[in-house]
């Protein structure tokens, strides 16, 4: 009887340790995918992040081109309106021109 408790207590003995080498072995594969899935978020994360400064980058770069293009259309209108002022102002300097000629 006391070979068959001994044999009983080595078997539950056997079969923690084998619980134990299990659990173990569990945990570590829980770490290792943990590891993974983190390594794989950052990994889209940092893909998103890239992609919400690439879409930032172009919207801004249309709205700069925007811009430009309004600074251009006000610059010809002011071109435009020098142009007109110096027609007036050569317009008067002949008429003034011929008066004094004719006086």
């Known amino acids: 009887m006391a070979k068959e408790t001994i044999d009983a207590i080595r078997n ?3 079969q923690a340790e084998q619980a134990e080498k ?3 072995t569990k945990a570590e594969q829980i ?4 590891k993974k899935n983190a390594a794989d978020l950052l990994k889209s994360t940092e893909q998103s992040e890239k992609a919400k400064e690439a879409q ?3 919207i801004l770069k249309t709205q700069e081109a925007g ?3 309004e600074q251009m259309k006000e610059t010809e209108k002011q071109t435009a309106a020098l142009r007109l ?3 007036d102002k050569e317009k008067q300097a ?3 021109v011929l008066s004094m000629l004719a006086d």
């Open 56 to 58: 930032t980058l172009q």
């Open 12 to 14: 539950v003995e056997m």
């Open 94 to 96: 002949v008429q003034t």
């Open 22 to 24: 299990d659990a173990k």
């Open 85 to 87: 002022a110096a027609k």
């Open 67 to 69: 811009m430009l293009q």
């Open 31 to 34: 770490v290792l995918q943990a």
